[in-house]
């Protein structure tokens, strides 16, 4: 059974940093792109960054870019985001999502449950 | 960059009814369209991808067309599990993706 799933989420203050993770199980990591989606409480979703299987291609969303980093260790079949200078709008549950492909083509055929990350005073 | 828009942002209906939510990306898109299904505190559900192609275990009352910039998906016998946020995402630009703002089908 293919599972994707997220920790690291948690409450911090503007301006600092968090790291999430992503454990994949069930497929053969390394041959698939993955993906972080998030999603603002009550609000529609919002692709945030993608990999290739080997980190080769790598996108993030205007939003995100320069201060979010993303990337894998295949060997742990683990896919991480790096958060810096985080700001009160990136307050969202984040959720780890897989491609059907190795380079990012989408879809996103299964997703985790999402971890929360709030940013705030 | 690649917008994507839906119509309508929700609608109501009755389980049997016939539903079909409508999503335009703001240039051509060819067939790189996929939509998800989302409920009340789970994650989204990937339907149907490439604008018409049923995912493995998705009911066959879900369909899409369209290409180009106007697409649908349809629900062509409404069921109680059905009532859920519908999102379009591209899947032109990539490593770049967009999803639509979704539509929600709630109960009439």
């Known amino acids: 059974e293919v599972q994707v799933v997220e920790s690291g989420g948690g409450s911090v203050q503007p301006g600092r940093s968090l790291r999430l993770s992503c454990v994949a199980s069930?497929?053969?990591?390394?041959?698939?792109?993955m993906h972080w989606v998030r999603q603002a409480p009550g609000k529609g979703l919002e692709w945030v960054s993608s990999?290739?299987?080997?980190?080769?291609?790598?996108g993030y969303a205007d939003s995100v870019k320069g201060r979010f980093t993303i990337s894998r260790d295949n060997a742990k079949s683990s896919l991480y985001l790096q958060m810096d200078s985080l700001r009160a709008d990136d307050t969202a549950f984040y959720y780890c999502?897989?491609?059907?492909?190795?380079?990012?083509?989408?879809?996103?055929?299964?997703w985790g449950q999402g971890t929360l990350v709030t940013v705030s005073s | 960059d690649i917008q994507m828009t839906q119509s309508p942002s929700s609608l109501s209906a009755s389980v049997g009814d016939r539903v079909t939510i409508t999503c335009r990306a703001s240039q051509t898109i060819g067939s790189y369209l996929n939509w998800y299904q989302q409920k009340p505190g789970k994650a989204p559900k990937l339907l149907i991808y490439a604008a018409i192609s049923l995912q493995s275990g998705v009911p066959s009352r879900f369909s899409g067309s369209g290409s180009g910039t106007d697409f649908t998906l349809t629900i062509s016998s409404l069921h109680p599990e059905d009532f859920a946020t519908y999102y379009c995402?591209?899947?032109?630009?990539?490593?770049?993706?967009?999803f639509g703002p979704g539509t929600k089908v709630d109960l009439k």
């Open positions: 995402q591209q899947s032109y630009s990539t490593p770049i993706f967009t």
């Open positions: 069930g497929f053969i990591f390394e041959d698939h792109a």
């Open positions: 990999i290739s299987w080997n980190g080769g291609s790598i």
């Open positions: 999502a897989k491609d059907m492909s190795s380079t990012p083509l989408g879809p996103f055929d299964y």
